[in-house]
């Protein structure tokens, strides 16, 4: 049976609604990120990377390094949607800011709150280890395993 003129602009919300609740109900966790390898950089950069990965739904894989401004990872997406390989790590340090073309100094207003950003065991770890300051701290191994659950068949996120 053909829609009459008259219903086409039901028929089409109608439609709409289908498809809008299609991409919602489609499983948003099973799209997986993995951060290897990521040394950081602009903390504006993947402040927006990582509300966007959060507000997407989709579930992380920490497998390498994850230092500097990509730890942010740690503040901005769920526990539960985080998971650690072997050889994850992530490595924290102050907020550096620009002074002039060369030159980088701690910036203690962005390191505060850059700090306060953090889960507060995160920011216990932190704080048991010296605080944020120019020398690189490192949680990896057990430690960061007492954070976040190990990648898996498990947890359905398998290191591959």
């Known amino acids: 049976m053909t829609p009459r003129a008259a219903d086409w602009p039901r ?3 109608s ?3 289908a498809l809008l609740a299609a991409l919602v109900s489609s499983s948003p966790g099973k799209a997986l990120t993995r951060i290897e390898n990521d040394h950081g950089g602009s903390l504006g950069r993947y402040l927006l990377r990582f509300a966007a990965l959060r507000d997407s ?7 390498g390094t994850c230092s500097s401004a990509c730890t942010l990872v740690a503040a901005l997406i769920p526990k539960e949607r985080v998971c650690v390989t072997e050889r994850a790590m992530l490595g924290f340090h102050a907020a550096w800011v ?3 073309r060369r030159a980088a100094v701690v910036s203690p207003e962005g390191t505060q709150a850059l700090y306060e950003m953090y889960p507060p065991q995160i920011q216990k770890w932190i704080a048991r280890h010296g605080g944020l ?7 990896k191994g057990r430690e960061l395993a007492r954070f976040y659950r190990p990648c898996g068949p498990d947890s359905g996120m398998a290191s591959q």
């Open 11 to 13: 028929s089409r919300s």
């Open 15 to 17: 439609i709409l609604v």
């Open 57 to 63: 739904g989709e579930r992380v894989v920490i497998d």
């Open 98 to 100: 620009a002074q002039g």
């Open 133 to 139: 300051g120019p020398q690189m701290i490192v949680l």
